[in-house]
């Protein structure tokens, strides 16, 4: 293995992270175990590199020392160039734009039209699902400073329109906040999406932005606040909205955020494959995959949540078994497939498979390059590629470094 190959594969690792913040509370690996609860050899595994981190031994890990996931995964992942940083560049003028709910914003010049703004919500939508952060980052800061303006000047059916369209622009960034680390952000942005959603009084809309803030729960590890919070929604929501296609997709990705809620928290299990039924069940109703408000659901992402629980609770052999004759339709949306994918390799690493965990990064990394540079769990996986190799293929060389020029 080559000197650079080593730095790479050392430099942002999750397990000596670990092991510099169990020093700092003062804690053997033992005691840490004891905390987590876990086996202290888990403990040495992770923190030496020869076992790859889980989303629930991270949180537990955090929960245990009471710090920040993104102070475990690194997040986020910033470059040391004004270009390979430019995904960032846009956070600190959304940070402001998000200040214009109850204060307007004073802008330069008129905003545009209706029919341009919805145009532009319709783009930013599509640029979500394709995990486009940079042109997201040019557009959503101007873009909610307009819909704010609006919004103020507005009353009766044209205020509602406008709520409608920055619900959806707040989502996008609440979707950026998240997937870049920005935890503090994370929260923000829903809360501006709930408010929005209030104003619409639409209840499938307020349903689904209970789905969107389910992803607070995730990115603090709160899941089983978060298991809580979904329950109250079902039960809020599902009479009101399970009547329409888009009332049964909201609700059946409901079920979906609670099955991998419940599988982070081995303990109920169980609740993992029954929330995944009642998705099961709602996608058949539908029958086919849809994208109402964004959201993918339908066969295919039950498919591929199922996938995703089992690995979760660390079973390889079902998650292989449930993936087995399974491949991302192309019409499904490129945040999906390549998230798919970034599991599978994760499983197939698990179980010994590293050319065919080599294949899947590199699937996902053709779908979405820029999910798959800024995907903890991806790059997790690809430091396990290189340390489960003597000498390094070009091909997983050569995403190693994209990974690290782009976010290092």
């Known amino acids: 293995m080559q000197l650079m190959d080593i730095l790479i594969m050392d430099q942002g690792r999750i397990g000596p992270r670990i092991a510099e913040a169990r020093k700092l509370a003062g804690l ?114 101007g873009l909610i400073e307009e819909l704010a303006f609006l919004l103020h000047g507005s009353a009766g059916a044209g205020r509602r329109t406008v709520a409608e369209m920055l619900l959806h622009v707040f989502v996008a960034a609440k979707s950026i906040a998240y997937r870049l680390g920005y935890v503090d952000l994370t929260s923000v942005a829903v809360d501006r999406a709930t408010q929005a959603a209030r104003e619409t009084d639409d209840p499938a809309l307020l349903a689904y932005v209970a789905e969107e803030r389910s992803q607070v729960f995730f990115a603090s590890a709160a899941y089983r606040a978060g298991l809580t919070f979904l329950d109250r929604a079902h039960r809020s929501f599902d009479a009101l909205i399970s009547g329409s296609e888009p009332g049964l997709a909201v609700a059946g990705s409901m079920h979906l955020r609670s099955a991998i809620l419940s599988a982070r928290m081995h303990p109920r299990s169980s609740e993992a494959w029954e929330h995944l039924e009642l998705a099961r069940e709602y996608a058949a109703r539908i029958g086919r995959d849809t994208s109402h408000y964004g959201l993918s659901f339908g066969p295919s992402n039950v498919r591929i949540h199922e996938i995703a629980a089992a690995i979760e609770l660390e079973d390889p052999d079902e998650a292989l078994r449930r993936n087995e004759g399974f491949a991302p339709p192309r019409t499904l949306s490129p945040e999906r497939s390549s998230h798919h994918y970034i599991d599978l390799a994760r499983v197939q690493l698990m179980a010994g498979k590293a050319d065919r965990a080599l294949t899947s990064l590199k699937n996902a990394d053709r779908i979405s390059p820029q999910h798959t540079a800024y995907h903890p769990m991806a790059r997790e996986t690809v430091r396990g590629l290189l340390g489960a190799h003597a000498r390094i293929p070009e091909p997983l060389r050569s995403l190693a470094r994209r990974i690290q020029t782009t976010t290092a």
């Open 28 to 141: 053997t690996q033992d005691g840490l175990a004891m905390l987590v609860p876990c086996s202290k050899s888990l403990v040495s595994q992770v923190e030496r590199g020869s076992k790859s981190a889980t989303p629930w031994f991270i949180a537990a890990i955090a929960r245990a020392l009471r710090i920040d996931v993104t102070d475990l995964t690194g997040q986020p992942y910033r470059g040391s160039t004004g270009h390979a940083d430019r995904v960032h560049a846009s956070i600190p003028a959304i940070r402001v734009a998000l200040n214009y709910w109850d204060v307007p914003p004073e802008l330069e010049a008129e905003p545009r039209s209706l029919n341009a703004l919805r145009q532009d919500v319709r783009a930013v939508v599509a640029l979500l699902d394709k995990i486009d952060y940079v042109e997201l980052g040019k557009r959503l800061p």
